[in-house]
């Protein structure tokens, strides 16, 4: 394979880091076929913070794109993760959250409002359908993890009730 396939590989893999990153992605995996017998495989992940590269029927490449692919962002601000913290609220589908109930309508909850078990904390959009998503204890959002209209996985940390 020559260095300028080599080349376009990196930039290809910053790009797909890049698309990661900008839609709230944990991970993308990618195969490129050149050929019959040359491929490239691509797995770009925000939980183990890895990029992995393999090109058939060749080893993986001697250069080390993982810590230039992946931007500066995609390790949590806090040492602690929001998901293992007692109050978090976690997703139970995969889906689109809405924080409101339309567009252009008071959002459900902000920081510092009080909340009674059952209360709607928000909308997931999963299959065309929205679901009320009730809030699990009562208490006090400290902490809003996601934004409106982001896309959330099954799992993920929405918010912090205590």
Request: proline share 10%; no cysteine.
């Given at each position: 394979?020559?260095?300028?396939?080599?080349e376009s590989?990196?930039a290809?893999i910053?790009?797909?880091?890049?698309?990661?990153?900008?839609n709230?992605l944990?991970?993308l995996s990618?195969?490129?076929e050149?050929?019959e017998?040359?491929t490239?495989q691509v797995?770009?992940?925000r939980r183990?913070e890895?990029?992995?590269?393999?090109?058939?029927p060749?080893p993986?490449?001697?250069y080390?794109p993982?810590?230039?692919?992946?931007?500066?962002p995609?390790?949590?601000a806090a040492t602690?993760?929001?998901a293992?913290?007692p109050?978090?609220v976690?997703?139970p589908?995969?889906?689109?959250?809405?924080m409101?109930?339309?567009?252009?309508a008071?959002?459900?909850?902000?920081v510092?409002t009080?909340v009674s078990e059952?209360?709607?904390?928000l909308?997931?959009e999963?299959?065309?359908?929205?679901?009320?998503?009730?809030?699990p204890?009562g208490?006090?959002?400290?902490?809003?993890?996601?934004?409106?209209g982001?896309?959330?996985?099954?799992?993920?940390p929405?918010?912090?009730?205590e």
């Amino acid at each position: 394979m020559s260095n300028k396939s080599h080349e376009s590989d990196v930039a290809f893999i910053k790009a797909l880091a890049e698309l990661l990153n900008e839609n709230d992605l944990t991970e993308l995996s990618v195969k490129r076929e050149y050929g019959e017998d040359d491929t490239l495989q691509v797995r770009v992940s925000r939980r183990g913070e890895a990029v992995t590269a393999h090109y058939a029927p060749a080893p993986a490449p001697a250069y080390a794109p993982a810590p230039a692919a992946m931007p500066a962002p995609t390790a949590p601000a806090a040492t602690e993760d929001p998901a293992s913290h007692p109050g978090a609220v976690t997703s139970p589908m995969v889906g689109t959250v809405y924080m409101q109930a339309e567009p252009g309508a008071p959002a459900f909850v902000s920081v510092g409002t009080q909340v009674s078990e059952g209360d709607t904390l928000l909308i997931i959009e999963a299959m065309k359908t929205m679901n009320h998503i009730p809030a699990p204890r009562g208490g006090t959002v400290k902490r809003i993890l996601i934004e409106d209209g982001a896309a959330v996985e099954y799992g993920a940390p929405l918010m912090i009730i205590e």
